[in-house]
C-alpha cells in the first residue's frame, strides 16, 4: 500500500466507519468498502484494459459515490483524474479533453448528449457509464471475494487532478494538482478548522472546481470523518439535511447563505452541533454575518484559489465582526509576500499583489509551459490578487489585478468601491466594472440589485457615493438588474457584465 492511500488505511483503523452517503439513493458505503471498490476498479483498468500510472480519465458527472470510488482509484494507482465541467458548451469541453489527452472517460447518462458527437469523445476507447460502474461496484460489494491491493509507486509530486480553469487567456489552463498539495492542503486545513474523524459535513458543490473536492471532502477522507453528497445546492434541502445530519461543520459562498437566511426552512432548524460555516469566494456582508450569528451558527471566512490549496488563509469566527472584511491570517505551510510589479515588498497597509510558495502550489499548468512561466517565478506563485496587510498579520483583499482600472491617471479598485456603496441599505447586491471613457480613458459602471420592494433613484446612489467617496472613484453610469450573473463557482461573473456593456 503506498502512502497516499487513505482509504486503503481507514480500511485498516476504522473500517466500519460510514465515509458517504448519497442523499438521492440512501446509499451509504464504510472506509473498508471504498477500499475495496477502489482495488476492485484498479484491477479492472489496470490488468484487463492496461491502464497504469499516469493516464488521464476525463469524468463529467456530478459527485456521487462512484466519483468517490475514482477518487480512491487515483491514489491507489496514480492514475490522474480530470473532471469536466457540465455546465460547459460542446467546444469548450472538446478543447478540454483534447488537451488533457485522456485515456478514458466517465460519464453520466445525463451529460452524453453534449459529449457524443465531439471528435475527442470519439476517440476514446475506453468509456463507461456511471451507472454502469454503479452495478460493477454494487456486484464487488455483494461478492465476499477480497480484490488484492494494486501497489503502485506514487511520488509525492505525481498529479492526482488536473482541475481546468477559466480565467483571462483564450482556453482554459488545466492545473495540476499533485499528491503533496492534496496531503499539505488537508494538513493546514485540519490545523485550522480542527477537523477530526468526529466531523459530519454535506457537500453539494460541483466536483470540476476544487472548493468541492479540497475544501473539506478529500480533508475529510484524510482524517476518516462523514459526508453526506448531495448533487445539487437548494437551501431548504441543505438547511434540513444539516440539521438531520448534525452537521458539525459546512463551507458555502456568501450568495448561497443569503439564500438559506431568505428560506422559510431557516427559523425552523437548530443547528446545534454546528461549529461554524467555511465561507470563501467573496466577502460577506456584515448584516448576514450577524444574522447567521444570532441563529447560533459563527462564520469562518477564508481565501484560497485552484493553484494553491485552495485553503490559503482563514480567519478566526471569533474575528468576523472584529475584522470585518478581512480574509484572515496565513494557514500553517504557506510563505507569501505582497510585492509590487517589481517584484518589491510592499509596506505594511500598502497594495501589493499576493504571491505564494509552500507544498500546496501547483508545479504548473497541464502542456502549457508559457503560461505556467507566467503564474510561477523565482519559486513564487502570482495569484494576480491585490492584498494589503494589517500589523496585526490579517489580510485583506483589496481587488484582483485585472478589474483595477484607471480614470484619470488614477487607479480605480471596484471592490473598494463595492465595499463602500454595498453599506446603501437599499442595494442587495451589486458589481462594478471598467468601462471605455472618452475624457477619463475609464469610468466605473455600478450593475446594483435593489432589495425587494425599495425604489430609489441613479441621482441618490451617485450622491451617496460623491459623499463617501473621491470624486474619481465615483462610477459614472448605474444600471439596476433584477439578479448578477453568475459563474459556475457563485461568484459574479464579471465577463458577462463587460459583455453587457
Known sequence: MNVFDWFGKWAIYNPLKIAFKEFETGR??????FNKLGNNLAGMLSKEQGFAKGDRFAIISEF?????????????TGIILVPLNYRLAPDELNYIISNAEVAGIFYDEKFLDKIKNLESFQKIAFKLSMDNLADINKVCIKNKFEPPAIVSEIKEDDPMFILYTSGTTAFPKGAIYTHKMLFWNSINTELRLNITSNDVSINCAPPF???????????????GAYTLLIKSFDPDLVLEMLDHEHSTIWWAVPTMLKMMAESPVFNKVKLSRLRYFIVGGEAMPIPLIEQWHDKGVLIRQGYGLTEAGPNVTSLDHQDAIRKKGSIGTLNFYYHAKLVDENFKEVAMGKPGEFVLAGPTVTPGYWKNPDESAKAIQSGWFHTGDLMIRDKEGYYFVVDRIKNMYISGGENVYPAEVEHVL????????????????????ETGKAFVVLNPGIHISKDEILNYCISKLAKYKVPKHIEFLEELPQNDAGKIDRKKLKEMV
Open 28 to 33: 451509504e458505503y464504510s472506509y473498508a468498502q
Open 64 to 76: 456521487s459515490m462512484e466519483y468517490v470510488v475514482l477518487f480512491a482509484l487515483a491514489q491507489k
Open 209 to 223: 472546481h476544487t472548493g468541492g473536492w479540497n475544501v473539506l471532502l478529500t480533508p475529510f477522507i484524510h482524517h
Open 422 to 441: 454595498g453599506q446603501h441599505p437599499a442595494i442587495s447586491s451589486l458589481a462594478i466594472v471598467g468601462v471605455p471613457d472618452t475624457k477619463w480613458g
